[in-house]
């Protein structure tokens, strides 16, 4: 099923290139489309991590809060020591443990992801703007080859997306800890029932969520050219958008990554649209929300009938079952008669 909805994902992308193609000759260019999979690259990096969470049935709205505070992180530290590999390190590890530090508040509290992350987004945010003091810092220009530069012709920034995407699928369709995750979002508690390691795997999950995130600000961080006291505010959302957009649901054990990524650029391409049509920068929103709006509704639609179905078969069968001992009755009662007669 859910590779049927990113199928559906990916022909809706495919009809609005079309459409966008029409519109304007100027989309059907090699560099345009490079562009849209750059743009598309820090979302589409993160709604990786965020598949594996939204698989699980969880939410992480601090997302955004964890891009600002290690994009503020790695700026701090390399002005200070200009060393990169250990501003590179540091962010990189500081960045997992937010994330799974998340799943552990999950795990060990109880208590929503959605509030869990809504809180740990205010803690986050506000130790970047401590930090930082709220301040703009350039980064050097060197970093600039991580956001802009290009290996064999192909942008960086998607040949990250590239291995962040082979390593989530394969994570996800040939580990345990792909197949646990599926598992707990179909039934949490069937999946402790059956001695799964839930709290690991949720740990785990967010904490895998964080490392791409991670990896997602440095990418911004470089194409920027410093940090911004703005930067990510919001895209936690859009990062979601994505994930729901791709097929996932978001009562969990249903999903793909692959699908994650083309809702991502979807989303790219809605405001690639708008921007050839020279539309108002206010309805963008409106757009993106009532596209996600559409989704939602179509998922909702196609799980009803999905369930109206499987209680027709269910109830088909159990006709069937109910009726076969009656059968057999007959036959024995019509084979005593022949006796008899005989």
Not at 17 to 23: D, H, I, P, Q, R
Not at 134 to 149: D, H, S, T
Request: charged letters at 10%; glycine letters at 10%; proline letters at 3%.
């Amino acid at each position: 099923m859910s590779r049927q909805k990113w199928v559906a994902i990916a022909m809706a992308t495919i009809v609005l290139a079309g459409v966008l193609a029409v519109v304007s000759p100027a989309f059907l260019t090699l560099s345009n489309f490079q562009a849209i999979l750059v743009q598309s690259s820090v979302t589409a990096i993160m709604a990786t991590g965020m598949t594996f969470i939204i698989l699980t049935a969880g939410i992480d709205i601090s997302v955004g809060a964890i891009l600002f505070v290690t994009s503020a992180l790695f700026a701090q530290l390399y002005m200070d020591t200009e060393n990169y590999f250990l501003a590179f390190t540091v962010t990189l590890t500081c960045a997992t443990l937010l994330g799974a530090l998340n799943g552990l508040l999950v795990v060990k509290f109880k208590i929503s992801p959605l509030i869990t992350t809504l809180a740990t987004y205010s803690i986050y945010r506000g130790a970047a703007i401590h930090l930082t003091g709220a301040q703009n810092i350039p980064v050097p220009r060197e970093m600039g080859f991580l956001g802009n530069g290009r290996i064999f012709g192909i942008p960086v920034p998607i040949l990250v997306l590239l291995v962040v995407l082979i390593v989530g699928v394969y994570v996800l369709n040939r580990t345990r800890l792909g197949v646990y995750t599926r598992a707990i979002g179909n039934s949490e508690r069937s999946a402790k029932e059956t001695n799964l390691p839930v709290n690991k795997v949720l740990i785990l999950v967010y904490a895998f969520s964080g490392l791409v995130t991670g990896i997602a600000a440095l990418i911004l961080l470089a194409r920027v050219g410093g940090l911004q006291s703005g930067i990510g505010i919001g895209i936690e959302f859009t990062v979601i958008a994505a994930v729901i957009l791709g097929g996932t649901k978001l009562t969990g054990g249903s999903g793909t990554v692959v699908g994650s990524v083309i809702g991502a650029v979807f989303l790219v391409l809605i405001d690639n649209g708008l921007n050839l049509m020279n539309a108002s920068p206010y309805i963008y929103d409106i757009v993106r929300g009532s596209v996600l709006l559409a989704a939602v509704g179509i998922d909702r639609y196609s799980a009803v009938r999905q369930k109206a179905s499987l209680e027709a078969q269910r109830a088909e069968r159990i006709g069937l079952e109910t009726s076969l001992p009656s059968r057999v009755v007959v036959t024995g009662f019509d084979s005593s008669s022949e006796v008899a007669a005989k």
